[in-house]
């Protein structure tokens, strides 16, 4: 995949600003812009500044103070940058503020604006673009008012690709049309989708999820022999694929590589993902990988857990797998899997807990059998594995392991129907 940025046209100049509080301390807030200025070089642009300003909220006018916009203007200026991105949502109001104060050779673009450009300029599927159109556009709507030279400065550039670079010859009505569109369109997909996912029923579905750049795909390819493009830049993924695992211990099993996940990932991207995301709702395992290099990695691991967790995805159904062991100050918490999914450490090991996991276990009951019937002691015996019996005087109490469909008969004696749950994780409703 080409690099956006890579070619001749000189990068786009950018200018970072970020708040720091008590609450978010300088050392973090600073940490939050380095993930900016990736996302930014991923956006395909070069980042020549950066701004922090403390203060305990943001300003509800032009979220820095009147001081600091003046600053930030003269530093975008003095280092010939024509974007100035936030690390944070800004109003649609802030944004016009913002622009009044720096002119027409300055616009303001905040960090959801951001990451809908990157996933715009990664975008390769008819999924995926229409995913991130409908993205963008719901994005766009409510920012329409007012200006328009905003969006028209942007057109083409970092927060004016994909679906935004039409956007100027169009009013809300149109748009409002566009996305009912795009609903519908995505809709077919989605089917189309389901159909795919019903062709794998009764196949184990593991899911592989994580932070964006944790090493998902690497894990991927490992685990399936495939060659899905994977490379150290955030966004790398946006279609879901899936594939067999590869070696005989993983047989029946089918890997699902996604999307990952950021900080303040856009409501509007995780609501048109929603079909791409399904994948790991219904997953019957899913894998969270983690960057066990990064030095933000405990953040990190909540953003993804959080997304999950709204996802509907219960913490039973997830597996850690801290990635990146080969690494110089990588750390694994006790008990936990750790793995290097580029040199391959650790993979067989995870292989075995993944078998371990989907390999489903025998339903246990109890029955409990008056001795008069004989018979069905003797068919319990020989139909089950028998983990214990208990003389109860007038009966017999057996403990027992199989599956539910052979009780039969056998199911009027069935004690205590809440030990008698699989004690496997039950695949969900599809
Ligand atoms: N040293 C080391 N690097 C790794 C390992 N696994 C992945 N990487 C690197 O980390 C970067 C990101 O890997 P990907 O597999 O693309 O990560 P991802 O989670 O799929 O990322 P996105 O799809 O962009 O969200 C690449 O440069 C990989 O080569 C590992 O075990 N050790
Ligand atoms: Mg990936």
Do not use: C
């Amino acid at each position: 995949m080409k690099r956006p940025g890579s070619n001749a046209l000189p990068r786009q100049r950018v200018v970072l600003v970020g708040v720091s509080s008590r609450a978010l301390p300088r050392s973090v807030a600073e940490e939050h812009l380095d993930e900016l200025e990736r996302l930014v070089d991923s956006a395909g642009g070069q980042v020549v500044g950066r701004f922090v300003q403390e203060r305990s909220s943001p300003d509800p006018a032009t979220y820095v103070g009147r001081g600091a916009v003046e600053a930030i203007g003269e530093q975008a200026r003095r280092d010939d940058a024509a974007l100035v991105v936030f690390d944070d949502e800004l109003t649609p109001g802030q944004v016009r503020n913002l622009e009044k104060r720096w002119g027409e050779a300055i616009t303001a673009l905040d960090r959801p604006g951001l990451i809908l450009d990157v996933f715009a300029s990664h975008a390769r599927t008819r999924e995926a673009r229409t995913q991130v159109d409908l993205a963008q556009l719901q994005y766009l709507l409510p920012r329409l008012a007012g200006r328009y030279g905003h969006l028209s400065r942007l057109a083409g550039g970092i927060g004016g690709r994909g679906a935004g670079e039409q956007k100027l010859e169009l009013d809300r009505r149109k748009i409002r049309d566009r996305i009912a569109r795009l609903r519908r369109d995505l809709e077919k997909i989605e089917t189309s989708r389901q159909v795919r996912r019903r062709a794998r029923a009764g196949r184990v579905q593991v899911a592989i999820a994580g932070y964006t750049n944790a090493g998902k795909t690497t894990l991927f390819n490992r685990l399936t022999r495939e060659s899905a493009y994977a490379a150290d830049r955030l966004f790398a993924t946006l279609d879901s694929k899936s594939a067999r695992g590869a070696s005989p211990r993983l047989s029946g099993v089918v890997f699902v590589d996604t999307v990952g996940f950021v900080r303040k990932l856009p409501p509007s991207l995780v609501a048109s993902f929603r079909s791409t995301l399904a994948e790991i709702r219904d997953a019957d395992v899913v894998l969270h990988v983690l960057d066990a290099a990064s030095l933000r990695v405990d953040e990190e691991r909540r953003v993804a857990a959080d997304v999950l967790e709204d996802l509907g995805v219960e913490a039973q159904r997830i597996i850690p797998v801290w990635n990146k062991m080969d690494l110089p100050g990588a750390r694994v918490p006790r008990g936990e899997i750790g793995i290097s999914a580029s040199t391959g450490a650790g993979s067989e090991a995870l292989e075995r807990v993944i078998r371990a996991r989907v390999r489903p276990e025998p339903d246990r009951f109890t029955l409990d059998i008056p001795y008069s019937n004989a018979r069905a002691i003797a068919e319990s015996r020989a139909a089950f594995r028998v983990l214990d019996e208990e003389d109860q005087g007038e009966s017999l109490r057996l403990r027992i392991a199989g599956e539910r469909r052979n009780l039969g008969s056998l199911s009027r004696f069935v004690e205590d129907e809440a030990a008698s749950e699989p004690a496997r994780v039950r695949r969900r409703a599809r």
